[in-house]
């Protein structure tokens, strides 16, 4: 009945959410769900020296990013100084003794 349907299952394969590159999916166990690199390998890993380039490489991509990502930063104070009072005080016109 079926004789001529041959079934491909490399896009299923590809998919997100079957077979993950073991890199992904510490990726996505750390990032996602907050488990520390060196455990999330050690889940994913077969052996204790596969574990650890995978936690070495997920704290190198975790190091390289940025520490606020896209979120908008706040100009330094720095940029917003300005010489004495700026221009912003009122001249005093009659002094008191």
Known sequence: ????????????????FGMQPKDEEVSFLAEDFGIP???AAA??????IE????AARQIKRERSRGPYGNAPVP?????HQV???GGLQKPVLKQYP
């Open 51 to 54: 574990a650890d380039a995978l």
């Open 1 to 16: 009945m079926f004789e001529h349907f041959q079934f491909d299952p490399s896009p299923i394969a590809t998919r997100s």
């Open 43 to 48: 889940l994913v890993a077969d052996t204790e």
């Open 83 to 85: 010489s004495d009072d």
């Open 37 to 39: 690199a060196a455990k």
């Open 75 to 79: 100009a330094s104070p720095e940029e």
